[in-house]
């Protein structure tokens, strides 16, 4: 069995990585291409050719978790498809490889890609995309999902604060922010304004700031009292990664600062419906790797003619495809409808998993 479980992995690990390796060519060239009209323009200093060339590169990683799962299942495919029209899985299986015994061998290997995917994806993508978005903010001025910026809440002992960070630096430090305090009632008690703040330990650190102050005297009449100070230091729990997931997209931060960041919200009673899909489709999006080789491993129980590979691949990738588009529209729908959100994430995998298997069943009964 040794034998067999190295020739098998060797040839599906070979056809994985040529697979990936011509989908991240694409996708490098498709990129560069995208960047080549931001050549020669920048805010202070011009974007040259070869910074454009290292933002794709950087941008690669980020490609290869998500092609991953579709490589795998293309590679094994075509693996398994190429064994059977050749005879050769016939003569494995008379050599033992039995239905369980190839089932356990690829669930094995996609263990393997479980593993891989869950490492690039939960490490190296999200350290690889902020230093790519903060290489592209030195020559844009900066990083923001929008005019309005992003918005965070946090609750302390006798006020609520919403706080509106406009955009982040790209030495780090957040640009345009806004924190409105608001008291028991409800009612806003103080407005800060500051074009300039950096991470500090307990707090931010606000530089050239504008303070508004909301009081009543003793005959109930209101009363505003302004203040220019140079620094101001808010305390608060409010970490950069927080801000970073709040300005950058959520699919693309490690699992750890997703749920982190979800505990703030519920603790400060925002809805996080939206992250708390994009944290359970983090988690299972790598077992998506065990799903395409259990895709793959009845392609090895048919038979093919002279030339007929080619449309059972084709046939394979198509449902690879629907079973990314099915995980895409779950997610939305699941966001729309409030559905539970660790279901949401699971359910394509297991339908897809349950289908795979009862066509695997079917083909070992029948044949």
Known sequence: MKTIRRLVWREVLASVAFVAAGFLALFFFFDFVDELPNVGKGVTTPYRLTQALLYVALMVPSHLYELLPIAVLIGTIFVMARLAQSSEYTILRTSGLGPGRALRMLLALGMVFTVLTFAVGDYVAPAADRAAQLLRARFQGRISIGQTGAWLKERQANATYNVNVGALSPDGSMQSVRI????????????????????????????????????????????????????????????????????????????????????????????????????????????????????????????????????????????????????????????????????????????????????????????
Not at 314 to 327: A, E, Q, R, T
């Open 180 to 367: 409105f305090e608001a008291d028991e009632r409800g009612f806003v008690v103080s407005i800060v304004r500051a074009p300039r703040a950096n991470f500090a330990e307990g707090g931010w650190q606000l530089h050239e700031v504008e303070r508004t102050l909301f009081t009543t005297n003793r005959d109930g009449a209101a009363q505003v009292a302004q203040s220019k100070l140079p620094q101001w230091l808010w305390r608060t729990e409010i970490s950069p990664e927080m801000v970073s997931v709040a300005l950058l997209k959520p699919d693309r931060m490690a699992t750890l600062d997703l749920f982190q960041y979800i505990r703030h919200l519920e603790a400060n009673g925002q809805t996080s419906q939206r992250y708390e899909i994009e944290f359970w489709r983090k988690v299972f999006y790598p077992l998506s790797c065990l799903v395409m080789v259990v895709l793959a491993l009845p392609f090895a129980y048919l038979h093919f003619r002279s030339g007929g590979i080619t449309s059972y691949v084709f046939g394979g990738v198509l449902i690879g495809i629907s079973f990314f588009l099915l995980n895409n529209v779950f997610g939305y729908v699941g966001n729309l409808r409030d559905w539970w959100p660790w279901l949401t994430a699971a359910a394509p995998g297991l339908l897809y998993s349950l289908l795979s298997l009862a066509a695997f069943s079917w083909l070992v009964l029948r044949r």
